[in-house]
């Protein structure tokens, strides 16, 4: 659902919405779960290399023999549970004059009715009916619907999604009139109003190859153009059991769930998933440009990650952690410059991993080169930066929650689950690592880094060769 809801969250964590339902939960089953073959998750090939290791998850995910994967991790002293839906597909198969399909079928099936949830839900409904949240959001090769709830109401959500892969979502014009009224709304802030949101998709454009550097949340005047009848074929072709990974996660167990999960999906058809949409960018995109909504310089360094299968990857990551921490603890952004989003979202290693950005409002009055200089002044500090063991093991533990925890952490991640909303980010990057394809080792990887080769990769990654600076610029007085 909206991006606008979840881009300011910054650092703390996305601004968690609402999915949701009312149904029984999965009964106890006699019966033990029938081991599958581990999943083949599909690669994201901007972001995988050759010589990756297998997922991290690779022996513990379940998959039917329609394809349908499962992933179930229990948490200790958990009290609800997550549930994520991961659709392999995202704006990489828009079409080149439908940027933003994608976008338009996640509300779409959001509140699309079935036969077991007539009429569907609108968001209001979402937030009245699941108060722990839930969501929808779309990138370039997956969309995520997600609840977090009590097991009866995830056990609902489960029947309504197994509905929609079944082909029985029921798609209306009126409801794709309202909802496109919606997704325009959100096009429009984050594209033409939302600094943040202006210089983050500028910057995809001018770094990023392929479709992660699409506007994939949509284009005005492509949105106003789709039909109910291509909404209903991508449903069709993507939202189908061999496209879909399910991580469900908190007060969850393999040997009582499973068979419930396995008897809603196990049997589900299977249609041909399309291949992704050619893409380059056709119009032109300036890097400063006057922006007739801002009241200052809005300016951003943007700076290409390394792929999370090299060599460097384990390093840079733990730099970027470190990275986040310091622009929490010294630029403290505060009214206005909030709207710059200058802190990177720590989410954003999985949700967007191929680039980094550096954001910062400046002052009222100050000029676009002062403001650059600001800017590029505190990064090259932090590039210069020495990594003591503290501020390393402060990083390493920062990142423990995404990946597989050590045996040792278990408690720590039980402590962290207390917090219902908390399941978002351990949801979300058990799915997402998932189909980044995060090679198994890398909790290790990240265990046997040295501070050195943390201190080189901000030396390495944060060069000023690398770096490409973006900014809007206020109006001229009289102009």
Not at 375 to 385: F, G, H, I, T
Not at 441 to 448: F, H
């Amino acid at each position: 659902m909206p991006d606008s809801d979840l881009l300011p969250a910054l650092f703390l964590g996305m601004v968690v919405g609402i999915v949701g339902g009312l149904g029984a939960c999965p009964q106890e089953a006699p019966t033990r779960p029938v081991a599958s073959k581990p999943a083949t998750a599909k690669a994201d090939t901007s972001t995988a290399t050759s010589t990756v290791a297998p997922s991290a998850w690779s022996d513990s995910i379940q998959r039917f023999d329609n394809g349908f994967e499962m992933l179930i991790e229990p948490v200790q002293g958990s009290k609800v549970m997550g549930l994520f839906f991961f659709v392999k597909s995202g704006w990489d198969l828009d079409p080149l004059k439908r940027t933003g399909l994608a976008h338009c079928v996640e509300h779409m099936v959001m509140t699309a009715g079935t036969p077991g949830r007539k009429g569907g839900w609108r968001y209001r409904d979402w937030v009245q009916k699941r108060k722990h949240g839930a969501n929808a959001m779309t990138r370039d090769r997956w969309t995520l619907y997600f609840s977090i709830g009590t097991r009866e109401e995830c056990s609902s959500d489960a029947r309504w999604f197994a509905e929609i892969l079944d082909g029985k979502g029921v798609f209306t014009d009126a409801q794709l009139a309202r909802e496109r009224q919606r997704v325009q709304s959100e096009v429009t802030n984050m594209t033409q109003y939302r600094p943040g949101g202006i210089l983050q998709w500028r910057a995809r454009r001018l770094m990023l190859p392929g479709p992660p550097g699409r506007t994939g949340i949509g284009l005005a005047g492509d949105v106003d153009k789709i039909q109910l009848s291509e909404i209903q074929a991508r449903v069709a072709s993507t939202h189908h059991a061999g496209n879909v990974l399910c991580v469900a996660v908190g007060r969850v167990h393999a040997k009582r769930d499973l068979p419930f999960y396995k008897e809603l999906f196990g049997s589900l058809p299977v249609r041909v998933t399309p291949k992704e949409v050619a893409w380059k960018p056709t119009e032109q995109v300036d890097a400063e440009t006057v922006h007739p909504n801002v009241g200052a310089v809005f300016a951003s360094l943007a700076f290409v990650a390394p792929k999370s299968g090299s060599k460097d990857y384990p390093a840079w990551l733990l730099a970027f952690s470190w990275l986040v921490q310091r622009a929490m603890v010294e630029r403290k952004a505060r009214g206005k410059q909030i709207e710059g989003m200058f802190f990177p979202a720590q989410y954003a290693f999985l949700e967007s991993p191929e680039i980094l950005m550096l954001n910062l409002r400046g002052l009222d009055g100050q000029s676009e080169s002062e403001v650059r200089k600001d800017l590029q002044e505190w990064v090259e500090k932090k590039r210069k930066a020495r990594m003591g063991w503290a501020l390393l093991r402060s990083s390493q533990t920062s990142l423990r929650f995404f990946f597989p925890p050590h045996p040792l952490q278990r408690q720590d991640l039980a402590a962290f689950a207390s917090f219902p909303r908390n399941l978002y980010r351990l949801g979300l990057s058990r799915g997402v690592s998932i189909l980044r394809n995060i090679p198994g080792d890398m909790p290790r990887r990240l265990r046997e880094v040295s501070a050195q080769s943390v201190s080189l990769a901000l030396q390495k990654w944060l060069a000023p060769d690398r770096a490409r600076f973006f900014a809007l610029l206020p109006k001229k007085p009289g102009k």
